[in-house]
Nanobody
Framework: QVQLVESGGGSEQAGGSLRLSCATY????????MGWFRQGPGEEREGVAASTSIGGKYYADSVKGRFTISQDQNGLYLQMNNLKPEDTAMYYCAADYRWRDPDTPMRADQYNYWGQGTQVTVSS
């Protein structure tokens, strides 16, 4: 059974930085797609950034230039700089082991494995 475990969330002031990490357990192959999603209270889950195992990277317009997604053999990371209060949300790591054509790496319904989430709170 695949398990994803996020860490690194917390509280930060606007303009600060946080780094999220996601470790994967339970499957010997690397996921084809991994992504970070977030969900605020009363809001839908939205794609923040996604990465493919062949080097593709995708970002939501709202985080371009501020957030950086990276991946190595140990897991998935999201470096978040210049944080804004509107970045406040629960952040989730997701993985999908199947290559898709066409693919939609920024859509939550593409992913079939999810972590429990880590809270990010940004104060002004």
């Amino acid at each position: 059974q695949v398990q994803l475990v996020e860490s690194g969330g917390g509280s930060e002031q606007a303009g600060g930085s946080l780094r999220l990490s996601c470790a994967t357990y339970g499957y010997h192959l690397s996921p084809a797609y991994m992504g970070w999603f977030r969900q605020g209270p009363g809001e839908e889950r939205e794609g923040v950034a996604a990465s493919t195992s062949i080097g593709g990277k995708y970002y939501a317009d709202s985080v371009k230039g501020r957030f950086t997604i990276s991946q190595d053999q140990n897991g998935l990371y999201l470096q978040m700089n210049n944080l804004k209060p509107e970045d406040t949300a629960m952040y989730y790591c997701a993985a999908d082991y199947r290559w898709r054509d066409p693919d939609t790496p920024m859509r939550a319904d593409q992913y079939n494995y999810w972590g429990q989430g880590t809270q990010v709170t940004v104060s002004s």
